[in-house]
Structures are given as C-alpha cells and as structure tokens.
C-alpha cells in the first residue's frame, strides 16, 4: 500500500469524528439544558412548574403554566393567520397562475425568509401594535399583534414549502382529472391537496416550529405579561421571552427555573421534530 | 346546496387571487417602508463612523465591523465541520444506523430555536468557560446554529455530483481522499457555496443568540475576547429603546439590503448548479 | 498541502494567543442596565485621557452583574439594586444615585399621585384613570421584568409585599418602558431619572416633584444606589478607573446626565 | 509469449446473493488485444472491473477464486489499489471528461501519483496527446474545458488520460458505444499502435469489432466464458454451438 493508502484510514477516523459533531453538540446543548433546568423541577415539584399560575421567581414561585398557554397561543394564533394566507397564496401560485409569475415570486418571497426577524418585529413596534390600541382598545401589546407578526414571519416558510410539494404532484394526476371533465379548482381540491398533503403538513409544522421558536419579535410585540390573556387584546408572555427576558438579571434558582422553561420549549420542539420528520417520511415513502 | 363548478371556480380563484395579493403586499411593504425610512439616513459618513453617544449620533461603522468579524468566525468553524459531516456522510459511508442518527442530530439541531443556543452559550461560554462576552463566544454559538444548514446544503451539492466522475478518478488511480477533494468538492463547490452564503445571511440577522453571548459592546472589536455588537443587536437596542428612530432606521435598511444581496448571489449561484447538473 | 494547513493552524492560534493578552489589559464593566449609559459615557472620557486604557461595558442586568464579578467574567460588576445578604462578600462602591421616576404620556391629565395611589395602580387594585381622577380608560401598567435592578428598588421603595399585578406589561430596560409609555396615552411606568426625556412625563410624588434638588433634600423618596461591585479589593488597573468614577470630574459627569453624585 | 500476463483461476464474482462471474479460468497474454463479446449483462464489464478492483466501490460486491498479474495475486490483503489502477488504466463506455481543462484531464493522474514537475507534465501531456491523434487537434486550447470537445475527442482525451499513467494493461469497457463510424475508426486505428506498448483488453458489444482489432476473443455468456481463442478460430469455426449463435446474430 502507498502512503497515501495508509493515511485513507486516518481521513475516514477523522472525518467520523467531525460528522459527529452535529450530534454531540446536540447531546451537549440536551444535556446541559437538562442538567440546568431539571433539578430545580423536581425541587419544587413538576406540578407547580407545570401548573403554577404565578411566576415571581424573586419569591421561589416559578410557574410556568401562563407562559406554557402564551406559547400556545401565539402560535396558534400565527398559524391562523400564516396559514390561510401562505396556502392560499401557494396553490393560487401553482394552480392558477402563469409559469413567469410563479418564478418570479417564488424566490423574492423565498428571500423574505431571510429579513431577520427584529425587522418584523420592529415593524410590528411601530404600525401594527399603535393601530390595534386606536382601533380596537388595550395595550396594542398583545397577543393578536404576536399573532400577527409572527404570521408573517412563517408566510415565506409555508409558501416555499407548500409550492415544492404542490409542483411534486405528477402532471398525470392533473390531466386524469381535467380529462374527466373537472374543474381546476375541482382537481386541485380532490386530487392535488390530497396528494401533497404531507408536504403541506410538513411546511406547516416547520412554519410552527419557527413561531414557537422565536423571540426578539415577540418580546417587542407581546407585552410579556405573566397573566394568562383573558382575550387576544391582553399582552402576553411566551416560554421563549420568558427566557431572554431575564436570563441577564437572573442568578442562582431564578436563573435554574429558566432553564427549567428551557427544557419545556425544548420538548415541545423536539416532539413537533419528530411530528415533523415521520410526516415528510411517511410523505417520501408514498411517493 | 349545488353550485355550479363554474361559478364556484371563479369565487375560488377571485379569493386566492386577494389573499395572495395580500400576501405580496404585506411582504412588499416590510421590504419597502423600512427603505423608504432608512434610505434617507445612509450615506458614506453613516457607514463609515462609530455609533457616538450610545447610537444616539454617529454611524455604524464598528456593528459592520462587529457583524463581520462574528459572521467569519461563525463560518470558520461550521465550514469544516459541516462539509467534513457531508463528506463523510455521502462518500465514506453507506446508509446505516449511524447516519441516520447523524442526520437525525443535525435535523434536531436546526429546529432548535436560536434563544435555547444563545442560553447555552452565554452559560457555557461566556460564564463557564470564562470567554466573556466575546466574538469568539458568539462565534461558537453561531457556528452550532449554523452547522445543520451547511451540513444539508453540503450533502445535497455532493451528492448531485454524478456517480461516474467518482469512477474515473479512481480509475485514474486516486485514492478516495484525493477524489473527494480533487474531483468531487470542485464539482460540489457552488452548492456547498449557496448554503455557505445562506448560513451568512443567517448569522447577519440573527439577534436571539448573539446578544447573550456576543454582547452588545459598541466598541471596536480589537480581538477574538473583544465584546461586539452586530447590526441586528444594534437595531434591536436602537428601536426598542427609542434611543434614535433615524439611526434604527437606517441600521435596518443596511441589514436588509445586506440580507437580499447575500440571498440573490445564494440564488444565483443554486440556479447555475442546479443548470449545470440537469 | 499539509504542511500549509498546518502553519495556518499555527498562526491562528497565534493569533488567539496575542488577542488574550492584548485583551488581559482591558477593564469589563457588566451589569445594570440603568447604570449602562453612564458607564458607557464614564468610559468614554476615561478612555480619551488614558488612551492605554480599554474599558468595555456590557449591558446584562444587575444580577448578572454581580454574578459576572463573583465569578470573574468581567472585572467591575454593577447593579441598580442593594446587594443580597448572599452577595455581601462583594466589595460595594457607591457611584451614583438614581431617583425613580414614575412616568406617564405627556397627555395624561395626572400630576401627582401619592405612593399609595402609584402601589393601588401597580398591585392592580387602582384600574382606571377615572378612579384618581383621570380620563375614564384603563389603565396599561409597564413594569420591569424579574431581577431587573430597577424592579427590585420599585419592590422595595413603593411594593413593599405586595406584588405587581400579573397583567402588567413588562419590558427589559428603562428605555423600552419609556418608549411605551411615551407611545400609550394610558401608560404608567416607572423608570431611572436621568432617562426621563420630553417624551414622557413625570409624576409628582406625594406632591413632591422628581428634581435633584428634592433627591439630595431627601423630600422625593424613591432613590436608590448605582453601585460598582468588585470581588475582593479592585485591582490597581480597576480602581484607577474606579477613582476616576469618584472624582469630580467623573462626577460631574453623573450630574450632566441627570443622576445625582455621591459626593 | 512472454510471462507477464493476468491469469484468472476460477475466479467467481456475486453482487449480493446474485452471482455475476462463474468460475472464470482465462489468461491475457503480453501485448495482445483481448476481445471480449457477449450480449448485455453477460458479465463482460463485471470482468473487467474486477481487474482493477472498481466493483469494490459497490456495496455487496464479492469475490470467490484469484486473479494474478504477473504472479501477483490483487485480492490479497495489503495489495495497494491504487498502484493496481495506474497499472490497469479503464477508458468507459460513454466518454466522462473530469470538468477540468483539457491539460488537467490528462495530467490528472500524474498529479495524483505525486509528479510536480512542470516540464515533466508538459512532456506527458504532450506525448500522450500524440498517441492519441489528439494533439494536433487540441495543442491550442490546452486550457480550454474538456467537455467542450465532441464524444469522438472526449473519448480519445480518456484514452490519453490512461496514457498519462504509464500503465501495462488499457481497458476498454464499450468504449465505442456511443460513437460515429469515424470516430471509431480513429480509436480502433490508435489502438492498433497503442498494442505494440501495452496489453489491451477490449470489452464490446460490436462484434464486428472485435473481429477487426482483436488478436484473441472471448465469449462471455450469463457469467460464464463460453470459449476463449484466436480471434479468426473463434469468428470461423468456434467450438461451442452457443458461440455460433451469438456471432451470427441468432441472439444478442
């Protein structure tokens, strides 16, 4: 063997270790988070972090259960928005619109994606939050205004997403349907959503992955209060603004109990992952 | 109640037509009201002075300096890792158990919400392993934020290369290394380069991470330890804490047109690689 | 090739190497974010009469403060609040004191509360400006969050026991708090005194107005220290920047940006 | 005849449970064209990859029996793989230029094996552009990307490419498939002459040119060598029935 031959095995021994890198720092980011956040749960017990109402961590009262309904809210509040719209806008791009128009807006819209999220939220601060207290009374900061925001912000997400498995569904299917004498809004809706539909799922779970997921926005637009909103007019407080709210005044438990959210958002993340990834395999696999 | 196919078509198609126009619409807006209020503060003196009185005056100049200064040291470290992930991942190995788990991480890692990287590193870096709030900490932090995108923008540019190239280099008497590095990268470079220029576009946006770990130090940056503030930190400090409406503005219009620039060269560059191997 | 990679690695290393020492020299000053300004600004003018000097100031809270300086992340921690039983093994240096303001829009018909009225308003009881005279409109709290500085001297200062009303917005710093009371006609906030602009108005305490002069006098009772916290003696490099802060010059600094000095 | 040649010994090739070479036995000798005939997946070009180990790059491939060049055995542990393939250089089927110059296709090899010297380069690229016919074709655009040239060049420039290896043996896998009359008459006219400097082995699927280049023929048929001789006893009165049949097109 020449020596190049020999050093092959050293490349492939050091090209393991670097591929897994992701994975370790994944274990390392699990574990530290873990080991952070979970002793404090189990000190004052899972329930009341669960389920507590109050969070004043000044006075060992950590729980996160408003923040847990906040998350939730907005996000769903998000998807409400983003994916009517977002769906909309992909199957009248695919469906009913001209080849040019469709590679024209594709990519602009593909690069909203990359406006950073401050910018939404900014946008938020100045026009949406004001118009929403002139018009329709409280704060501004609230939850519709989060809702909103973060709707827009995960349009470019569910688009994009939306329109690569609409165009994945074969030609054959649309010219069965159209020959059988159906409508194209007929076709689209009994044969090519059904068709895409775990792609769709798909680009709606990573648009949700990446409202729950956000944070500067949100902190500038949701108010943050620690009360559980009454109606989407109240501010309110999500598990990732909880964190950056305070993680720089925090020390000692008060900083434990936000990693303690941490590992909550975390879970939460993890299983829309998993949702996430068996759906657009279970799609891979029936293609 | 029937309606008519037809008629329901056309209501149909009147209503996605609205809602997409909304769509564009709000999307546009964004884009062009935050031109239309910060272009009018740029100008070579804004770009080319340091923020004075806590950006209340003066430029950007030392946030440009500190968004590039993270931005290297991000890709310094995510490159070679996650090219090195592709490679192994496409050449050195077969589908197994242990790529599955590899890809599984790197899936998991970039759905991690970028608040969870910036408390872990300000943990671990900044106060654990004592690097302060400093480029080199928020670098770190970005880099394993940034790795399962190049990792998977990798992969795909690699494993676009056609199979029979591999053959001929062999055949030619390379060893596998050289014809990874002689043959296969060469071919793959746009792609790997496209999810390069991405992971750019992300760390030049990205707040939630670097403010707790780069800092928000308005100073020159002087070396890898030096805190920095990037313009995304900046323009977040600036707007929220109203310390100068014009500055922020303008801030935001040099993020953003530093964000579609580095979009439209990804763009491109994805659209002659995928023309080339067509 | 190798051996170019190598040498590369090398210099990089290098490189780090030199940059740890070159910033071995500079003074980190992390913490409040009340006293961030004023630090920034005291850096400033030190740094222009001592060009060797590097001093870097870092927002982060005043816990986070004073956990940077216990555990060394940074050389000078600061905090907005008194330090906890738990956080007297730190050397406290007293640098500035900060009235409290409690601010409202500049439109709002209310002038003066008394601090019973601003504890009714924060504790939730008080919810509409009518109930103390005011506009018949709900009133919008803005709070600090948890572990700021400025919350833990409201808490003590005017709270007392009782807590602030869950629904209260809460913002992370002086300046968003002012921002959204300065954009909300029906906003009540309380922030730092040197920070109170035009944008806002504020409040007559118990009829006293928030100036110096009724701070130094002690008539106007929301007052609270801007501290340095150091672990053990500052070192030599520290304490000259630390003398500096307690000079006239650097005092007089403090008075232009509208605290109140020490001396 | 000389002693440097490859000699199989019952040598058997399965790609997962499916067995691709049975128990071939045959030998190439110094300085002769083999021809090697059979219908598609006879396992023709398996043969061929086995020489210089490419069906290892497969996953599942394995191998059951020997193979020796010049006494060597290429199976055994320890052989360097690389060296083997300079040693067999491969032109394929369908012309696959590196999307490099052309300068850097055929000196592509001798900068793998290690050569840094410019003029020793100049000197190789040169050489084996002549060989090829090539040179004078290509000497002005030296620089210029080697897939720009037509199938016929592309695949001369492959053949110069193993020439840059100074190899012993030239394998050729169908390397005439895609080609025009006049190309492949210039690629069987260069391997006429290339045949007094190496051992070539050509696969092909044209029996006709097999019978035009080849000095012996073998016929391969579901894996198995059906005969082995020279190529005018095999073309006029070959021994198997089987034979027969493939050369006068009854299938195929």
Known sequence: MTRLERNERLIKIALFVIACSAVSILAVITIFIFSEGTPIMFKYGLRSFLLGLDWYPSEQSFGLLPMIIGSVMVTFGSLLVGVPFGLACAIFLTEFSSRRLRHILKPIIELLAGIPSVVYGFIGVVILVPFIRETLGGPGLSVLAASIILGIMILPTIISISIDSLQAVPRSYREGSIALGATKWQTTKMVILPAAKSGIIASIILGMGRAIGETMAVIMIAGNAINIPRSVLDPVRTLTSNIALEMGYASGEHRQALFATGVILFIIIMILNTIANATSVKGKAAK | ?278 | ?263 | MSDRIIQTDNFSHYFGAIQTLKNINLEVRRNEILGIIGPAGSGKSTFLRALNRLNDLTYGSRIEGTIKIDGQDIYAPGTSIVELRRKLGMVFATPIPLPRSIYENVAFGAKMAGIKSKSELNELVTDCLVKTTLFEEVKDRLDSSATKLSGGQQQRLCIARILALKPEFILLDEPCSGLDPISTMKIEESLRQLKNEYTIILVTNNTKQAARVADRTAFFLNGELIEIGQTEKIFTTPADQRTNDYISGRFG
């Open chain 3, 1 to 263: 090739m190798q051996k170019s990679k190598l040498v590369f690695f090398l210099c990089l290393l290098t490189v780090i190497g030199c940059a740890r020492d070159k910033a071995g020299t500079g003074i980190t000053v992390a913490g409040s974010t009340s006293v961030q300004p004023f630090a920034d600004k005291w850096a400033e003018v030190y740094m222009d009469e001592h060009p060797d000097q590097v001093v870097n100031i870092q927002g982060g809270g005043s816990s986070a403060g004073i956990q940077a300086a216990k555990s060394g992340a940074c050389n000078i921690g600061t905090s907005s609040r008194e330090l906890k039983p738990d956080e007297k093994d730190l050397t406290e240096i007293v640098v500035a004191r900060d009235g409290l303001a409690i601010i409202v829009h500049t439109s709002n018909r209310i002038d003066n509360l008394t601090i019973e009225q601003v504890k009714g308003i924060f504790t939730g009881k008080i919810r509409n400006w009518r109930e103390i005279g005011g506009n018949d409109k709900l009133i919008t709290v803005v709070t600090r969050e948890e572990g700021s500085g400025t919350r833990g001297a409201f808490q003590e200062l005017v709270m007392k026991k009782d807590r602030v009303a869950k629904s209260a917005i809460v913002q992370d710093s002086n300046g968003t708090v002012r921002e959204i009371v300065a954009g909300d006609p029906n906003a009540i906030g309380y922030i730092s005194l040197g920070l109170v602009n035009n944008k806002v108005r504020a409040l007559k305490l118990n009829g006293v107005p928030a100036t110096d002069e009724n701070i130094i006098s002690k008539k106007y009772k929301l007052v609270r220290p801007f501290l340095f916290v150091t672990k053990g003696e500052p070192t030599p490099v520290c304490r000259e920047f630390i003398d500096f802060v307690q000079s006239a010059e650097g005092q007089k600094l403090v008075s232009e940006e509208g605290l109140i000095p020490v001396k």
């Open chain 2, 1 to 278: 109640m029937y309606l008519n196919p037809k008629i329901e078509q056309r209501v149909v198609q009147a209503i996605l037509w609205v809602f997409t126009l909304a769509t564009v619409f709000i999307l546009f807006f964004i884009i062009f009201y935050i031109l239309h209020k910060g272009l009018p503060v740029l100008s070579y003196n804004f770009l080319t002075t340091n923020p004075l009185d806590m950006g209340k005056s003066g430029g950007i100049y030392s946030t440009i300096i500190g968004t590039i200064a993270l931005t290297i040291m991000s890709l310094l470290i995510a490159t070679p890792l996650g090219v090195g992930t592709a490679i192994y991942l496409t050449e050195y190995t077969r589908e197994s158990r242990i790529t599955r788990v590899i890809r599984f991480g790197s899936e998991c890692l970039s759905g991690i919400p970028s608040i969870i990287f910036g408390l872990f590193g300000f943990i671990l870096f900044v106060t654990k392993l004592k690097m302060g709030w400093s480029i080199l900490s928020g670098g770190l932090t970005l880099a394993f934020m940034l790795l399962p995108t190049i990792i998977r923008t990798s992969e795909e540019a690699i494993k676009s290369v056609p199979y029979n190239l591999h053959e001929v280099s062999y055949s030619l008497g390379s060893t596998q290394w050289q014809t990874v590095t002689k043959v296969v990268l060469p071919s793959a470079l746009p792609g790997i380069l496209t999810g390069v220029i991405l992971s750019v576009g992300r760390s030049v946006g990205e707040t939630a991470a670097v403010i707790f770990t780069a800092g928000s130090a308005l100073r020159m940056p002087t070396s890898l330890f030096s805190s920095s503030r990037t313009m995304a930190v900046h323009f977040f400090i600036l707007a929220r804490e109203g310390i100068s409406m014009p500055n922020a503005y303008g801030t935001a219009a040099v993020l953003i047109i530093t964000i579609l620039i580095i979009n439209i060269i990804a763009y491109r560059l994805m659209h002659k690689f995928i023309k080339k191997y067509s």
